[in-house]
């Protein structure tokens, strides 16, 4: 059956702060676990969405009990692919993020959706879902709840960062928080050395 998470968060910042924090999150002293991210994919569409895949590195250390069941050789990193909409017209950032390595052991699928609280436009409301699924034969129990006491941990961790993004972008309050300063940003952020192949096709379908 796997473990099921869910959480809601409420953001005092508007939307299109926490849009652009989003976009600038990484590095941050409070994910250290991410390595690199790169964009594969970017198109705006007809209807003015902004559609963006991207592939995220993390370490991937395994607990002492599972290190002494796996193979010492097993990668310790793992490869997260991100799909996330933004829809301009109705002030809403939808992401879906979920492994490509390692799902024989454990996948984690997470969806989140930020939206502008109609309620008080200066709050951004975070809605925040994730499935660990393990299918491996006499273990999975254990697995599913390390995974899941691993995913709180480091949600708790990624909403300190996206404060964190946040704190500099109010800090630095640049003039044009509205446009694609965001994205701009993270395009010239350096790749990593040896990143691994893939696709530039587009992708098929988005969250």
């Known amino acids: 059956m796997?473990?099921?998470?869910?959480s809601e968060v409420d953001i005092n910042s508007p939307w299109y702060q926490v849009l652009a924090a989003f976009w600038q999150r990484y590095p941050n002293p409070y994910s250290t676990h991410v390595l690199t991210e790169d964009v594969l994919y970017r198109e705006v569409t007809p209807s003015n969405r902004l559609l963006s895949r991207r592939l995220l590195t993390k370490t991937n250390r395994l607990p002492?009990?599972?290190e002494r069941v796996f193979p010492a050789h097993m990668?310790?990193?793992?490869?997260?692919l991100e799909d996330s909409v933004v829809d301009p017209e109705t002030h809403t950032l939808t992401t879906r993020t979920w492994?490509?390595?390692h799902n024989k052991l454990m996948t984690v699928v997470e969806g989140c959706l930020f939206e502008e609280d109609c309620s008080r436009p200066s709050w951004t409301k975070l809605r925040r879902e994730a499935w660990i699924i393990s299918t491996v034969r006499g273990l999975a129990r254990p697995i599913q709840e390390f995974g899941l006491a691993r995913f709180r941990s480091n949600q708790d961790k990624a909403v300190k960062g996206?404060?964190?993004a946040l704190n500099k972008i109010q800090?630095?309050?640049p003039p044009h928080l509205h446009g694609d300063q965001g994205e701009s940003?993270?395009?010239?952020?350096?790749?990593?050395?040896q990143a691994p192949p893939t696709s530039t096709q587009k992708p098929k379908q988005f969250v």
């Open 2 to 6: 796997g473990r099921y998470f869910q």
């Open 64 to 66: 002492g009990w599972a």
């Open 75 to 80: 990668a310790r990193r793992v490869y997260v």
């Open 99 to 101: 492994n490509i390595n």
């Open 162 to 164: 996206l404060e964190h």
């Open 171 to 173: 800090t630095e309050d």
């Open 185 to 193: 940003s993270e395009k010239q952020k350096p790749l990593p050395p």
